[in-house]
C-alpha cells in the first residue's frame, strides 16, 4: 500500500532510505529527525537505529504494486543521493521508477555535489523529478550542479526559506516550491523573499508553487501569498495524474 503524503506538492511517500545527517542551515530542526525519533521510541523496526542513514531492500519493488497513477516523493525520511547509500542501491531505485512508468517520482537532495558526481552512472527514467534544496543564497550552487543532470525535470525547494535569495539563475529550472519551516523552534520567513522567488519565476515563466508559511503563520495564513494560491506544476506528460494533490 502507497503511503498517503501530507506534504502539499505530492500523493504519496517511497523510502527504501532512511535517516540523514546535518550538512547545512536548513538541517537544524529537521521534521524527518524528529519523526524518526519518535518511531524508534515506539519500536518501529524500520527506525530501531533512529535517523542513522540505513536502506530498505525489502520495499524495493513497492511502487510496481501501487496501480493509481500519482506523484511519489522519494525519501521523504532521508536523502537518498546521502553518501552512505551505495550506488548501487540507488540504481535499483532508478530500476524500479523505470519500471513503475505510471508514476511520477520526485527526489530532493541537499548533497548536489554526489548527485553530479554519480549522474553519469544512472540511468535517468523520464518518470523521475530531481530537485535540489536551497534555503539560503550561500547554496545557490546546488542549483548549477543540478542544472548538468540529465532529468526531464528540474526543481528548487527553496524550504525553509532562511533569508533572502536574490542571484540565483533558474534558466535550468522547470519547478520552483517555496515554504517557510514548520514544527518546534521554528524560524521566521519574509514575505518580501517569497515574492522575489515568485516574481523570479514569473518573469522565467517557470511554474511556482507556494507550499506553506512557517511557524505560527502556518495557522493564521494558511497557503496564500497575495491573496491567492500558488499551485503551479511543469507541464505533465501523463495526463490521468491528478495535478493537485
Not at 14 to 40: D, H, Q
Not at 76 to 97: A, K, N, R
Request: overall charge positive; aromatic content about 10%.
Amino acid at each position: 500500500m502507497a503511503i498517503t503524503s501530507r506534504i502539499e506538492w505530492t500523493n504519496a511517500t517511497w523510502n527504501p532510505v532512511t535517516g540523514c545527517s546535518f550538512i547545512s542551515e536548513g538541517c537544524k530542526n529537521c521534521y524527518a529527525k524528529r519523526m524518526a525519533v519518535r518511531l524508534k521510541c515506539m519500536g518501529v523496526l524500520r527506525y530501531k537505529r533512529g535517523f542513522a542513514v540505513a536502506t530498505h531492500k525489502d520495499i524495493i519493488d513497492s511502487p510496481l504494486q501501487w496501480r493509481k497513477p500519482r506523484f511519489v516523493f522519494i525519501n521523504s525520511m532521508g536523502d537518498l543521493f546521502h553518501e552512505d547509500v551505495p550506488l548501487e542501491f540507488i540504481q535499483q531505485v532508478f530500476s524500479t521508477v523505470e519500471l513503475a512508468s505510471w508514476h511520477i517520482f520526485q527526489t530532493l537532495t541537499k548533497r548536489a555535489n554526489r548527485l553530479e558526481k554519480i549522474a553519469h552512472k544512472l540511468i535517468w527514467p523520464a518518470n523521475l523529478w530531481v530537485g535540489v534544496t536551497v534555503e539560503l543564497q550561500k547554496h545557490t550552487d546546488r542549483i548549477s550542479r543540478l542544472s548538468s543532470i540529465p532529468a526531464s525535470v528540474k526543481f528548487v525547494s527553496f524550504e525553509p526559506l532562511l533569508g533572502p535569495i536574490t542571484r540565483v539563475d533558474l534558466s535550468c529550472i522547470d519547478w520552483a516550491i517555496v515554504g517557510g519551516e514548520s514544527g518546534p523552534h521554528s524560524r521566521p520567513m519574509s514575505i518580501e523573499w517569497v515574492r522575489g522567488l515568485r516574481d523570479k519565476c514569473i518573469d522565467s515563466s517557470i511554474p511556482f508553487f507556494f507550499k506553506q508559511w512557517g511557524g505560527a503563520r502556518k495557522k493564521t495564513k494558511g497557503r496564500t501569498l497575495d491573496r491567492k494560491l500558488w499551485n503551479e506544476y511543469p507541464k505533465m506528460a501523463n495526463k490521468s495524474l491528478e495535478l493537485t494533490p
